[in-house]
């Protein structure tokens, strides 16, 4: 072969793959302001397209898949010849399937494939979408029939064009390749059938391919009939007053943020057990730490900065004052900040507390981190990246940093600790995690916690530093267990808070915390985690207290969706970060990407998404396959 015959061939295959890149399915969905490859299934082909957009889109879909790549193949064929046609033939399927312009997301190669073949043999290329089409009929999963035409396909070009057979052969083993999700769920039988009409009717395709879960079915058993308000329609201002009288627990959630925060503060179950070891009750603000001697450490005294100055950063900011260290908060708001140092309390979100008259306050974050030893983190976890490459420019060398976000960033599934090394590089890290609301820890009550590092002599530091006669503190290796238990159990509240919004009880509670232990290992152990942790502090400890107090943003998230608001709604009424509201997405497709069964996590990020409706999200739980507690 001439160099002049390769060249040709090249060319031949980049114009193959070009065209091959041209996508209606994704085309249409933005015209139609919907991102394909999000929706139902996720998959930018004509089956997906049906489900989500209808009959008529996925149609046209179709016959512009064809038509590309038929045009394709003609081209290979009339300046190539037989070689040219299956360059063609290859470089537009792929084109399809991982499409350069769309972020190497495409569809799976279906119906590019039938047009190549059409191209190239139009015999065994119509015998095959006759055999696809009674398997449809027979089986009415779209699947199934493209999986048997690939099987067919070779043995039908064998018999009308034998010089193609084993191109066809490799041709038939690509589009079984990008089918092998398919074909589990075949072996499971829990492939769904093709369905018709919008992203809502989606639903069953969604199940099936982004949320379906080992040995579920789709839930027809009758459920609860609920109030039509609380069947995840929005609530009018009547239906609300009504659920308000009628429901003390919703009553306490109803306002937003600052007022939540100061009612968590006095839950009635925390107020009891204050005023049964003779604390003052509220609501008069109170110094929890009046009478305690802030000890003299000298040189060894920390120089830290808190980089946030809502909940947990005030808490912490206060916690390290009283051991004896020189702390700096820095937040954005400058009169908040103000209120704070001349009121000394957090009014927005711990209004029943008295901080140190030794926190100093700043608004400007360069002043904030200058000269310190150790900077901490308390905000939220989709903004670490951004914060934290914002102070990088600040930091001392030597200088150790703490984060207290507890969740996985959404567009790249990383860590806290990833990010921190791409935008900290250099910096010694550590990951505070484990059973501690802010509110209870700035009242100076019992807790225990990990500080988590790479680095033994970092963790040990972190240790010393934040360890009290109240805060008992352990150090951990385990850096990636601690932080993927950290993430997961806001999604685990979020459902558990569903549950009992529900009003489905202590049972059913239990059963999904200790479910969610067993999902939260399973993503470790795919990342390398030591199983252990998970049954420690920043485990089960930080999930079982998550799941049950009202302190938890994420668990009132999920009571407000439980007793009748949508996701949004009550991501809204929450009036603060909820942090498993955007981590869901992040572990459920960690979860895809690792080949991890997460069945709670998935069906809970089906509720949010507003694709499932919780009773079904029950349903499909309560009816998975029988199998053994501990596989």
């Known amino acids: 072969m001439s160099n002049t015959e390769i060249i040709r061939l090249v060319v031949l295959g980049l114009v193959a793959y070009a065209l091959g890149n041209i996508n209606p399915a994704i085309i249409l969905g933005k015209l139609h302001g919907i991102d394909i490859r999000k929706e139902g299934s996720g998959n930018a082909g004509m089956?997906?397209?049906?489900?989500?957009?209808?009959?008529?889109?996925?149609?046209?879909?179709?016959?512009?898949?064809?038509?590309k790549a038929f045009i394709a193949v003609r081209l290979g064929y009339n300046y190539g010849g037989d070689l040219g046609a299956m360059v063609a033939f290859g470089g537009v399927v792929l084109g399809h399937c991982?499409?350069?312009?769309?972020?190497?997301?495409?569809?799976?190669?279906?119906?590019?494939?039938?047009?190549?073949?059409?191209?190239?043999?139009?015999?065994?290329?119509?015998a095959a979408l006759l055999v696809a089409l009674v398997a449809f009929i027979l089986t009415r999963r779209m699947s199934v029939a493209s999986l048997l035409?690939?099987?067919?396909?070779?043995?039908?070009?064998?018999?009308?064009?034998?010089?193609?057979?084993?191109?066809?052969?490799?041709?038939?083993?690509?589009?079984?390749?990008?089918?092998?999700?398919?074909?589990?769920?075949?072996?499971?039988?829990?492939?769904?059938?093709?369905?018709?009409?919008?992203?809502?009717?989606?639903?069953?395709?969604?199940?099936?391919?982004?949320?379906?879960?080992?040995?579920?079915?789709?839930?027809?058993?009758a459920s609860?009939?609920?109030?039509?308000?609380?069947?995840?329609?929005?609530?009018?201002?009547?239906?609300?007053?009504?659920?308000?009288?009628?429901?003390?627990?919703?009553?306490?959630?109803?306002?937003?943020e600052s007022p939540i925060a100061a009612d968590a503060t006095k839950e009635p179950g925390l107020v009891a057990a204050q005023a049964h070891e003779a604390s003052r009750p509220e609501p008069e603000p109170m110094d929890y730490y009046a009478g305690i001697e802030i000890p003299d450490l000298g040189d060894n005294a920390k120089k830290i900065a808190v980089i946030g100055s809502g909940s947990f950063g005030t808490a912490m900011a206060n916690l390290l004052v009283y051991n004896g260290h020189q702390v700096t908060l820095y937040g954005r708001n400058k009169a908040a900040l103000d209120e704070m140092k001349e009121t000394r309390i957090n009014d927005k979100y711990l209004p029943y507390v008295i901080l140190s008259?030794?926190?100093?306050?700043?608004?400007?974050?360069?002043?904030?981190?200058?000269?310190?030893?150790?900077?901490?983190?308390?905000?939220?976890?989709?903004?670490?990246?951004?914060?934290?490459?914002?102070?990088?420019?600040?930091?001392?060398?030597?200088?150790?940093?703490?984060?207290?976000?507890?969740?996985?960033?959404?567009?790249?599934l990383k860590r806290m600790s990833e990010i921190a090394e791409e935008t900290l590089p250099g910096v010694k890290y550590v990951a505070l995690s484990g059973p501690t609301h802010a509110e209870e820890v700035v009242r100076n009550t019992p807790a225990g916690i990990v500080a988590a590092s790479k680095d033994a002599d970092a963790a040990r530091v972190i240790q010393d530093t934040f360890m009290s006669n109240q805060l008992r503190v352990y150090t951990q290796e385990d850096l990636t267990g601690v932080?993927?238990?950290?993430?997961?159990?806001?999604?685990?509240?979020?459902?558990?808070?569903?549950?009992?919004g529900m009003?489905?009880?202590?049972?059913?509670?239990?059963?999904?915390?200790?479910?969610?232990?067993?999902?939260?290992?399973?993503?470790?152990?795919?990342?390398?985690?030591?199983?252990?942790?998970?049954?420690?502090?920043?485990?089960?400890?930080?999930?079982?207290?998550?799941?049950?107090t009202n302190l938890s943003r994420n668990r009132r998230c999920g009571l407000l969706i439980g007793l009748g608001l949508s996701a949004k709604e009550a991501v809204e009424r929450v009036g603060s970060v909820v942090e498993g509201y955007y981590?869901?997405?992040?572990?459920?497709?960690?979860?895809?990407?690792?080949?991890?069964?997460?069945?709670?996590?998935?069906?809970?990020?089906?509720?949010?998404?507003?694709?499932?409706?919780p009773e079904k999200a029950v349903g499909m739980l309560m009816s998975r396959d029988k199998k053994d507690e501990l596989k």
């Open 98 to 126: 991982f499409p350069a312009i769309w972020g190497f997301k495409g569809g799976k190669g279906v119906a590019a494939a039938f047009g190549a073949a059409l191209a190239l043999n139009w015999l065994s290329a119509v």
């Open 503 to 548: 009003k489905l009880g202590s049972n059913a509670r239990a059963a999904l915390m200790t479910r969610a232990i067993h999902e939260i290992r399973r993503l470790g152990d795919a990342m390398g985690a030591n199983p252990e942790t998970f049954s420690g502090l920043s485990g089960i400890g930080d999930l079982i207290v998550t799941c049950s």
């Open 483 to 500: 932080e993927i238990a950290g993430a997961v159990k806001n999604v685990i509240a979020i459902a558990t808070g569903v549950s009992d």
């Open 357 to 412: 008259d030794r926190i100093k306050y700043t608004n400007n974050i360069r002043n904030a981190i200058r000269g310190k030893d150790i900077v901490v983190f308390a905000v939220p976890a989709q903004q670490f990246r951004k914060v934290s490459a914002k102070a990088q420019q600040y930091l001392e060398d030597g200088v150790i940093v703490v984060n207290l976000a507890k969740g996985i960033e959404k567009k790249t």
């Open 149 to 221: 035409a690939a099987l067919a396909y070779p043995a039908l070009v064998w018999y009308y064009e034998p010089e193609y057979f084993h191109f066809a052969i490799g041709a038939a083993a690509f589009l079984i390749i990008m089918h092998l999700a398919n074909i589990k769920r075949i072996a499971k039988g829990e492939e769904k059938p093709l369905t018709i009409g919008s992203i809502e009717n989606a639903e069953d395709a969604a199940d099936a391919e982004d949320i379906a879960v080992d040995g579920d079915k789709e839930f027809t058993e």
């Open 47 to 67: 089956t997906n397209t049906i489900r989500v957009m209808g009959l008529g889109a996925g149609l046209t879909v179709f016959i512009v898949d064809v038509m």
């Open 583 to 613: 981590t869901a997405d992040a572990v459920c497709d960690l979860a895809k990407k690792l080949d991890v069964d997460m069945p709670v996590c998935k069906v809970t990020q089906a509720v949010l998404k507003g694709k499932m409706e």
């Open 224 to 256: 609860p009939v609920l109030d039509a308000s609380l069947q995840g329609k929005p609530l009018s201002d009547n239906e609300r007053t009504k659920l308000n009288a009628s429901d003390q627990e919703f009553e306490d959630l109803a306002l937003g």
